[in-house]
Nanobody, 119 residues
């Protein structure tokens, strides 16, 4: 069973920075893509950033230029550097890994880490 463990959440003031890390229980090369999602109270979970197996990245518009996703294949981790944080970035952040086996997609989620940005 794939396990994803997030860390690095916390509380910061607007304009501050946080770095989230997601540690996978197996080689991240086994996944087609990994990414970060977030869910604010009363809202649906939304994509924040993804990184594919070829290293290509994708970001939701609201975080472009402020957040950066990266991976460390030696440590099997995927990080999210968050700069210039805004109160609207407050949410529980989840790591997700996607794998396709025999044509079927499988998604694995971490337990989430809280990010709170105060104004």
């Amino acid at each position: 069973q794939v396990q994803l463990v997030e860390s690095g959440g916390g509380s910061v003031q607007a304009g501050g920075s946080l770095r989230l890390s997601c540690a996978a229980s197996e080689s991240i090369f086994k996944f087609n893509a990994m990414g970060w999602y977030r869910q604010a109270p009363g809202k649906q979970r939304e994509l924040v950033a993804t990184i594919s197996s070829d290293g290509s990245t994708n970001y939701t518009d609201s975080v472009k230029g402020r957040f950066a996703i990266s991976r460390d294949v030696a440590k099997n981790t995927v990080d999210l550097q968050m700069n210039s944080l805004k109160p609207e970035d407050t949410a529980v952040y989840y790591c997700r890994a996607r794998r396709v086996l025999a044509g079927n997609p499988y998604h694995y989620w971490g337990q989430g880490t809280q990010v709170t940005v105060s104004s």
